[in-house]
């Protein structure tokens, strides 16, 4: 069925002794392209993640500073991301952005943090994929500030309806997750009428937030079904239009062939 997670944390601990299998088993299942992201500040994630690369040449990778570590941004970590990404198959350069939820980093850290990553995936040429809790429209105004013209990617989106509409106006593009399945998400429902197919992914951000029924449990990249199921039933639209289209979108951002 060619199913594509665009998101996920393959090199977690949760995932020690059996991450091989899980990929193994997405790919006997119908995947098409799976995409773990590495973190820069967790001692043996590029090494998880490398592995993890191995097991299937349709695993790819990303990393960046996310907004929660700002704080411990160092010239050192940025040397680090560099050299995974220049000798891995990325497929993006995140998460990077903005969480004003949480604010594990202060908001003035975030930002110039942010700029950094927006200057370097530039720079590589890289799609920028977003984390933001929040904080859409700062997120947005760093963008246009820095005249970013690759494509953009809004991961794991939990924003309003109106940011939705900026971010699909700009030409971005927009990931759900499994909180689409939840009982209580019924505004990120009516967010889905309103992306088109060419501009979705489909993600699990596992090990987090796994869809109904398996809500509370350590959710796996084999769960992205039930995502582009709920998707495509919102959406009004067979199942292999929707991967097809979320797999059009990853050819179209990444130059990757399928």
């Not at 700029?115 to 859409?136: G, N, W």
């Not at 105004?141 to 970013?148: I, N, P, T």
């Amino acid at each position: 069925m060619n199913f594509v997670d665009f998101h996920c944390h393959l090199d977690f601990k949760d995932f020690d002794g059996n991450r091989k299998e899980i990929v193994e088993e997405c790919f006997n299942s119908g995947f098409a392209k799976l995409v773990t992201v590495a973190d820069p500040y967790e001692e043996g994630s590029y090494d998880r993640t490398i592995e993890t690369l191995q097991y299937n040449e349709n695993v790819f990778c990303m990393a960046a500073a996310h907004p929660h570590n700002a704080d411990r941004y160092t010239v050192e970590i940025e040397k680090g991301i560099l050299k995974f990404i220049e000798k891995n198959s990325a497929a993006g350069y995140g998460e990077a952005g903005l969480d004003f939820h949480y604010n594990f980093s202060t908001p003035d850290n975030q930002v110039r943090v942010f700029k950094r990553q927006i200057a370097i995936a530039d720079e590589l040429a890289l799609p920028l994929i977003i984390h933001s809790r929040k904080a859409e429209k700062a997120v947005i105004h760093a963008l246009e500030q820095a005249q970013f013209f690759k494509p953009v990617v809004f991961h794991c989106y939990t924003g309003s309806k109106g940011d939705a509409e900026e971010i699909l106006k700009r030409g971005y593009y927009i990931s759900i997750s499994g909180i689409v399945t939840f009982k209580n998400a019924e505004f990120l429902r009516e967010i889905v009428k309103i992306i088109p197919p060419d501009r979705m992914f489909t993600e699990t951000d596992s090990p987090y937030l796994s869809p109904v029924p398996f809500r509370g449990k350590t959710n796996t990249p084999l769960r992205v079904t039930l995502v582009a199921e709920k998707v495509a039933e919102i959406k009004g639209i067979p199942l292999e239009q929707l991967n097809r289209c979320v797999n059009e979108n990853f050819e179209r951002i990444t130059g990757q062939q399928m």
